[in-house]
């Protein structure tokens, strides 16, 4: 037996649950070099029944490779099983041809490939699995090979794999299926190029969006079968949760953005890891949750992990932490612990947002923000597991300041990520929703404000209100419009209207950011037609609008917009941060400006920036005086209308008989 392959097994043989899971075969026919495979016992456990919910998603995948589709995805929320559901597909799926056998599961971290070893063995006796993985190597012809996507790609070792003798490809933790690794294994067998006779692609996520933009749809053809975490709840396959916001008062405001979209660690750490922070989120915990007893808590980096351990212990709290570098012996020891009660509160940075099967946790505590609804779902999801006792989960959400994208669990109920609530439910939380979208559209019957209000953006911290512009010239100075995308953005967005965002550029091309449906936002992209002498004689300057991307939440809009705009435009002509925003207006921008102005009212370049200015013209050159316009003539039919209500009030008081003097 191979050294690697033994220490690789100790995996398997430090858990008692898993001891007796497989025998050691050496294999040794003519086409195997001697290495260990591993081979579940004729003793293990038999056939799995699966949930309803499991079946109809299982079925969902076979009817999609029946009318030919090959690169599926499934959308599952943690909890519900989607290692059972994969594992479950390997038998369920034909082989196209004779040869055609083998299934590869692909994962990106250790205990991923441990979980998927362990569902294997578990559910196929017959079947020999193999592992590539560090220093473990597979020989390739194993029915189910589980591989670790960095160490497949590494040197040559992805050879070994003949496409032709593979029927299936899983992923897990599909979010990241356009990572340059997964796409480099995809190609190697013939996924991306649509080459005939390749293995169909099933890919499982609980959230099957990314947060940098990158288009899924690079990897993945159709989302076959939702369900999300609100239904399974409801449906009783989920603990239920409530959650609990706490203002932590810490000032986010400066904190650079990191290379994928959320925060810089570094940055938010300083922001974040302060004896007053860290305070108030220790006493909060008091406050809610120290009867529950397996909280897990998610940190910035390993120094705020270090210091909310610390302040919780001030507390005679006896608090652990678990991080990348925690040694493996230690970190299986306080697992254990942690799984059995022996201690309350568990802290880690980035280690249990993925592959993590804790289900005693009751208490998710949340004391680093976020721009990433992704993540913010993913830990939350830890504590969904359900469990003999366990009546609920306690989410607690350490709530920092909101002028920068930040996302919060009122977020993803639809409501303001400043709506402060306490031990709220699911099924309050969806009430309030309602009650809020109900209030809004009251609102919305008073005053027909000129775009479609029908359904608020879920990422967007906006309440109903109504702001009176004296003048156009208000209307196109007031940035109120941008402050939330220019939170989330790093580039030189404008908003235009309700729900519609432009970003101009030197050339004349412009990018648009709008509400398609109330469910969903389009990105489009429309070049400015080259001067020409055939130009002359067109309406428009430009060509017809491409469709760049859609997305369903306001966030993902933006960010694939950003990453479009940042492959395509200079950086020095969209980015908000560029030095000559802050220099003085030219004559050109002022001359355009003022001439739409009174004689009174002229701006000189000691009054505007260069920025300001094209902001400005911008919001001009789409539709401000047309929109100021409308909201003119909203303006009059609301005082039409309150006119109405005071007058039938006033008779309503004269119809009513009290005792006591009579009005003169």
């Not at 497949?152 to 340059?180: N, Q, Y």
């Not at 648009?512 to 070049?527: A, C, G, N, Q, Y």
Request: glycine fraction near 6%.
């Amino acid at each position: 037996m191979q050294q690697a392959s033994r220490t690789f097994l100790k995996i398997f043989r430090s858990d008692p649950k898993s001891k007796t899971a497989f025998t050691i075969r050496r294999a040794t026919t003519a086409t195997l070099q001697p290495r260990d495979v591993l081979e579940k016992p004729l003793s293990a456990h038999a056939g799995i029944r699966l949930r309803e919910y499991q079946e109809e998603c299982i079925q969902s995948v076979l009817s999609y490779l029946a009318k030919g589709h090959k690169r599926l995805g499934i959308s599952l929320a943690t909890g519900s099983g989607k290692t059972v559901i994969f594992t479950q597909l390997i038998d369920r799926i034909s082989p196209p041809t004779p040869i055609a056998t083998q299934t590869l599961i692909l994962v990106h971290r250790r205990e991923l490939v441990e979980q998927a070893a362990r569902h294997c063995i578990n559910a196929y006796p017959s079947k020999t699995i193999e592992i590539e993985m560090g220093n473990t190597h597979a020989s390739g012809v194993a029915d189910i090979i589980i591989a670790s996507v960095r160490s497949i790609i590494s040197g040559d070792r992805i050879s070994k794999f003949d496409p032709k003798k593979f029927k299936l490809v899983l992923v897990d933790e599909a979010h990241h299926i356009v990572a340059p690794g997964y796409m480099e294994t995809l190609g190697h067998f013939g996924l991306l190029s649509g080459t005939e006779g390749a293995p169909a692609l099933v890919g499982v996520s609980a959230t099957f969006s990314r947060f940098d933009g990158l288009r899924l749809g690079a990897a993945i053809d159709h989302i076959v079968y939702h369900k999300d975490y609100v239904d399974m709840i409801g449906e009783k396959w989920l603990s239920n949760v409530i959650f609990t916001t706490v203002q932590s008062k810490a000032d986010i405001s400066r904190v650079k953005k990191g290379v994928n979209g959320d925060f810089a660690p570094g940055d938010l750490s300083k922001a974040i890891n302060n004896d007053q922070t860290n305070e108030i989120t220790v006493r909060a915990w008091l406050a809610k949750a120290k009867d529950r007893r397996s909280t897990l808590g998610f940190c910035v980096d390993l120094a705020h992990v270090s210091g909310l351990t610390s302040t919780f212990r001030k507390h005679g709290i006896d608090a652990k932490f678990i991080t990348g570098d925690t040694a493996k012996q230690i970190r299986s020891e306080r697992l254990d612990s942690f799984r059995h009660g022996e201690f309350p509160v568990l802290l880690n940075c980035g280690v249990f947002t993925e592959g993590t099967d804790i289900p005693n946790i009751d208490c998710v505590l949340l004391a680093r923000p976020t721009k990433s609804r992704n993540l913010l779902v993913q830990m939350i999801g830890r504590g969904m597991r359900l469990h003999p006792g366990k009546e609920n989960c306690h989410v607690i959400d350490m709530v920092a300041s909101l002028e920068t994208g930040i996302i919060t669990t009122p977020t993803l109920f639809g409501l303001d990520p400043s709506e402060i609530i306490d031990n709220v439910g699911v099924d309050d939380m969806k009430d309030l929703q309602d009650r809020k979208e109900a209030e809004k559209k009251r609102n919305e019957r008073t005053v027909d404000v000129l775009n479609d209000q029908s359904s608020i953006p879920k990422q967007i911290s906006k309440t109903v209100t109504f702001t009176d512009y004296d003048s156009v010239f208000d209307l196109i100075d007031d940035t109120s419009g941008e402050r939330h995308i220019r939170a989330i953005s790093p580039l030189a967005w404008v908003e235009v209207a309700e729900d519609r965002y432009i970003l101009s550029t030197n050339s004349g091309d412009f990018l648009t950011i709008e509400r398609s449906t109330p469910d969903l936002f389009t990105v489009k992209h429309t070049p400015k037609i080259p001067f020409s002498s055939s130009t002359r004689a067109n309406k428009s300057p430009f060509m017809r609008p491409r469709e760049i991307a859609t997305a369903k939440t306001f966030m993902d809009a933006v960010h694939g917009a950003d990453t479009y705009a940042s492959e395509i435009f200079p950086r020095q002509f969209i980015a908000k941060d560029q030095a000559w925003r802050k220099k003085p207006a030219s004559e050109g921008q002022l001359a355009f400006l003022n001439n739409l102005r009174a004689k009174n009212d002229q701006l000189t370049a000691e009054r505007i920036t260069k920025g300001k200015a094209g902001d400005m013209i911008t919001k001009i050159k789409f539709g401000a005086r047309g929109r100021f316009g409308k909201i003119e003539a909203a303006k009059r039919r609301e005082d039409r209308e309150k006119s109405k209500v005071d007058q039938l009030e006033d008779m309503r008081r004269r119809e009513q008989v009290r005792v006591g003097p009579i009005a003169g």
